[in-house]
């Protein structure tokens, strides 16, 4: 069974990795989902051009204050538009409202965050908290039996100590970031992929924490029946997300609007099942496969150990 193709397993658990770290930057940034998306692109575009296994990327960790903050490249208003494809006015008012907050400065070469507001201490808990969740969802694909090191291939350095946490956040949302872009088209608006995400997620506990019912539904090619999910609620969705309940609910009837959600009678909604066999939506799951690779091969590369995955992983 571990050797057929594990797609959807990979997809629902980082899905629920996305929903957990979403909201650990939403938290962090103290706003809504879309200043949080604005916040974090920003973010992660400002040092894009550093690869994971640089020297220059331990500079711009926010451990390293604003001692890096002269490698990172600004960037426009447009471009961070042109990345999820939203209005530009929305992204100016955005960055706007982040710059008056003091999260956001404007220099001659464009936007930046700085370094000195990413090692406040919001944002090194949620760095914390996104890397615990990425280590807690790679244990569940282990325990799962999925390969999780032949996925992203052979560790090629043996470091003295383990990649620090916000690095690996960093290689970690930054997949969560390319993968958003791919969903959003399907979806409308960032709001739209969480409430969609958090109900394929929580519909589907047992093809979660069960490798037997897992392996049934594994492939791009073997979606689950409706049989095999139970309703979410949207008062339940809303708690999981950290969302307002008529939020919520707003976008879960938009997105039965759009086929993408069935709602059952007094009980709540589940995935529509042409949305999980949608062309769309496969082309979003191949993308998360891809970024999720890409990832492990990141993480690879910087000597972690996978064979920590059978046990807590220790954060420095």
């Known amino acids: 069974m571990p050797d057929s193709d594990p797609t959807r397993i990979i997809v629902r658990n980082m899905m629920l990795f996305m929903l957990r770290g979403s909201t650990a930057i939403r938290r962090s940034v103290g706003d809504g989902v879309t200043p949080a998306f604005v916040f974090a692109t920003l973010r992660s575009a400002n040092v894009h051009h550093i690869q994971y296994t640089a020297p220059e990327a331990l500079q711009v960790l926010p451990e390293a204050g604003a001692a890096g903050d002269h490698l990172r490249r600004g960037l426009s208003v447009n471009a961070i538009a042109r990345s999820f494809a939203m209005p530009y006015e929305t992204v100016r008012t955005c960055i706007n409202r982040l710059i008056e907050r003091g999260l956001v400065v404007r220099r001659g070469d464009g936007v930046i965050v700085p370094g000195e507001v ?17 280590f807690e969802v790679l244990s569940s694909l282990d325990r799962l039996g999925v390969n999780v090191q032949a996925l992203g291939g052979p560790t090629t350095s043996t470091p003295s100590s383990p990649p620090p946490a916000s690095l690996i956040a960093r290689i970690a949302t930054d997949a969560v970031l390319r993968a958003s872009e791919v969903m959003l088209p399907q979806f409308g608006d960032l709001t739209n992929a969480l409430v969609y995400s958090a109900a394929v997620v ?114 420095d």
């Open 202 to 315: 929580l519909s589907s506990e047992r093809l979660l924490t069960s490798p037997q019912e897992a392996w049934r539904y594994a492939a791009q090619d073997a979606p689950p029946p409706d049989t095999s999910r139970d309703p979410v609620s949207v008062r339940a969705l809303a708690a999981f997300l950290d969302l307002p309940v008529e939020t919520t609910r707003r976008h879960a009837n938009d997105l039965v609007g759009r086929n993408l959600l069935t709602p059952i009678p007094d009980r709540g909604v589940i995935p529509h099942p042409v949305a999980v066999s949608d062309g769309g939506i496969a082309r979003a799951n191949g993308a998360i496969v891809g970024h999720a690779t890409r990832v492990l091969a990141a993480m690879g590369k910087l000597g972690f150990d996978f064979g920590t995955l059978k046990a807590p992983v220790e954060l």
């Open 118 to 134: 990413l090692s406040r201490p919001e944002f090194l808990q949620a760095d914390q908290a996104i890397a615990a969740a990425f």
